[in-house]
Nanobody
Framework: QVQLVEFGGGLVQPGGSLRLSCVAS????????MGWHRQAPGKQRELVAR???????YYANSVKGRFTISRDNAKNTVYLQMNSLKPEDTAIYYC???????????????WGQGTQVTVSS
């Protein structure tokens, strides 16, 4: 069993920055993939960034160069640093984890509760 809790969402102006945190607990040694996803109203949930146990990362084209996923194993935490935020980044952001190294968004086994990110003037 793995439990995930997200922190760091909020309201920010366009061009601003936020850092999301995902704190994991439970059988975290079994996790090989951690992903950040988002879902905007009327849109399907999409993968934003993911990191594997070996440290390799992936980013959606829409956030490349602006978002950075990282981890602190000592703190059992994965971060999503979001810079140069745009209104279209507004969504609920979810942290997810899976034991596989290749996994699609709907197949992630463990999910956090989500945190709201709103980018608006």
């Amino acid at each position: 069993q793995v439990q995930l809790v997200e922190f760091g969402g909020g309201l920010v102006q366009p061009g601003g920055s936020l850092r999301l945190s995902c704190v994991a607990s439970g059988s975290i040694s079994s996790i090989n993939t951690m992903g950040w996803h988002r879902q905007a109203p009327g849109k399907q949930r999409e993968l934003v960034a993911r990191i594997r146990s070996g440290g390799s990362t992936y980013y959606a084209n829409s956030v490349k160069g602006r978002f950075t996923i990282s981890r602190d194993n000592a703190k059992n935490t994965v971060y999503l640093q979001m810079n140069s935020l745009k209104p279209e980044d507004t969504a609920i952001y979810y942290c997810a984890a899976d034991r596989n190294r290749e996994v699609t968004t709907p197949d992630y086994e463990y999910w956090g509760q989500g945190t709201q990110v709103t980018v608006s003037s």
